[in-house]
DNA sequence: AATTTCTTTGCAACCGGTTGCAATTTTTTC
DNA sequence: GAAAAAATTGCAACCGGTTGCAAAGAAATT
């Protein structure tokens, strides 16, 4: 059916090995060579084939790309990111679906299966062993949103969560805040963990009390606005910090639906900043996870991986930044 | 590095068919052999190769998806649903971002360049001409989101466009609108030629005046925002038909932000039922598409293409259905 | 013009599987 | 127990490329 490289040969009159070369960077050829085999390949149609390509060079240029959260919209933008970056490179993202599975193992051997140049594991509700695997099976793997640890022995991009529930005790004593509560994304995770022990640390560094703890089972409009009702039992919380901005919506919307306004009798503090913060019907304060920042240098580093495995294991993360909206009251003034 | 057949074959003492056919549904091996090769793969770890095994079969199973809307939360559960229900069929995904490009060709070499087994292309903003590209260079393609035509020579799994316009003039004048307005996608979109005609025709038979027609240039809130903004010029604007539940968004924001109460003064009516149309501070009534079925009678079509590629193009339209939340005002009883 | 050096080219082996075919082994039939 | 039928096995060619190597050709040097 396709045209291949012998094909090209015969009607160009040449070897399969100019052919090939014609169609490989750096290779020798002469100019006349060169020029009589794309005329042929051009009359042909020919397109080499990168799976043929892929079993004698042992590179398939397809990288994994491996989640388990596409309900958020948060995700939208990873995976804009993700292909877009990939595609400028020249590369494909293979996307897996972990759909609720955390065994690492099902997965390696798929992606073994494919080949695969490389794999992007991006959730923050793994542990570091589920990426390990893939080191492990002599896959180059990022952990993107990963846990941060001294003694990683794989790639991790993301942020630090432990900062950045410091950064939301703080931002609540900084606007007077004094009885605050915690909503946070499913317990079992590690950016909820890390973020948690941030957060009750420095509440307690700087004097606030934290009244309530709760945590969503999932990240939905609909498990926010549930733990929300729990939360609410608790009479004397000025303000929440969410572990997710769909959690904090549904939590909003609770607390709404029982009479309360917002920042007016209680504040809310998100977390991601994905697009509907900035709606008018929620103008949320958020604290804003750099997405963009975090896709662009997975992808940066896996391609990296790929061409030295033996690079030794990166931490990046990247600084968040409080957006402030509408949904917690303003910063007290130095003078008031 | 990796583990090949002819290893497994050494060991277990035996030919590399044996070991071949071992991995290859129904294939001819005595329980004997099976039982030798099993125990030295497992032994040495041994994954087949996809790669080699799809240069000797001639086929990948890898499945393109191609989409141009990475933006709106519809697409997470297109993404959720075609990757895990390929998944389940034992094929990849293979995701490839349009993001702007129009012109197929770029995208036919691609795929293939890495000859997929197949094409899903889930865009509703694209000519026909765009999935017949694939086709016409020998790869089995599914238009999804496509637009029905009578003449197709592509597959199309989706909605009947016209038929939905022509929903929302009716459940317009089943609420006793009489003076509405349309806000559609962006112009040049099938569907968005389709709706429109199909919601005048039927504004038009049932005596509806449409006083005013808009698109917005993009499916997102702002550019929904924007949009309205334009509208509220006209006074009379008593209901309005959204080409999408994101543009909805906007447009409700905008009019509220304008001191309009909904659907007191002013009713929406979305459409695709994401789900932040049924959080509380939109109760979006809206068109539902079913994405489910959509999406699933596609995976199953692909699949069937691959089997049979000569199989002629089938459409098929599923039945979208009027979710009713709180943005428009309640049907007139047949007695009042 | 002869020698040396650098490029270009084709040959042939290889990447890791599958598969038609003929030979061999096992099972069934009489 | 022999003949016929069915199942299993290995051989070898093939899928469509890449690449090390040696031979051939072109360019540079003396």
């Given at each position: 059916m396709a045209v291949t490289l012998k094909e090209v040969a015969e009607r160009a009159g040449v070897s399969r090995s100019a052919v090939s070369r014609?169609?490989?960077?750096?290779?020798?050829?002469?100019?006349?060579t060169r020029e009589k085999v794309e005329k042929a390949a051009k009359a042909l149609g020919?397109?080499?084939?990168?799976?043929a390509r892929s079993l004698a060079t042992n590179r398939t240029k397809l990288i994994g790309l491996v989640a388990n959260n596409f309900q958020n919209p948060a995700f939208l933008d990873v995976f804009d990111l993700f292909t877009s970056e990939l595609q400028k490179r020249g590369l494909r993202p293979l996307l897996v679906n972990l759909s609720g599975d955390t065994s690492p193992k099902k997965f390696v051997e798929l992606l073994r299966q494919y080949s695969v140049d490389g794999v992007i594991v991006a959730t923050s509700t793994l542990p570091t062993s589920f990426a390990n695997a893939f080191q492990t099976a002599g896959i180059p793997v990022i952990h993107t949103f990963g846990k941060y640890q001294a003694n990683a022995?794989?790639?991790?991009?993301?942020?630090?969560?432990?900062?950045?529930?410091?950064m939301a005790a703080r931002t609540f004593a900084d606007r007077g805040y004094r009885s605050v509560a915690l909503l946070g994304g499913p317990e079992t995770a590690t950016s909820t963990k890390d973020r948690t022990a941030g957060f009750l640390r420095t509440s307690n560094e700087l004097g606030l009390s934290v009244v309530a703890k709760v945590f969503a089972d999932n990240y939905t409009y609909r498990a926010g606005r549930e733990a929300m009702a729990d939360l609410?039992?608790?009479?004397?919380?000025?303000?929440?910090?969410?572990?997710?901005?769909l959690i904090c919506m549904g939590a909003m919307d609770a607390a709404k639906a029982a009479g309360k306004s917002i920042p007016q009798d209680i504040g809310f503090l998100g977390f991601n900043d994905i697009a509907m913060a900035g709606w008018d019907a929620y103008s949320l304060t958020t604290i804003r996870?750099?997405?963009r920042d975090i896709i662009m240098s997975s992808v940066e580093l896996v391609v990296g991986m790929v061409e030295n495995p033996d690079r030794s294991p990166e931490i990046r993360l990247f600084p968040c930044t409080v957006i402030d909206r509408g949904s917690l009251r303003?910063?007290?003034g130095p003078d008031s």
């Open positions: 014609t169609f490989t960077e750096g290779a020798s050829v002469s100019a006349r020919y397109q080499p084939s990168l799976i022995n794989v790639h991790v991009v993301g942020i630090n969560n432990e900062h950045c529930g410091s609410m039992k608790t009479e004397t919380i000025e303000a929440v910090f969410c572990g997710d901005d996870q750099p997405i303003p910063t007290i």
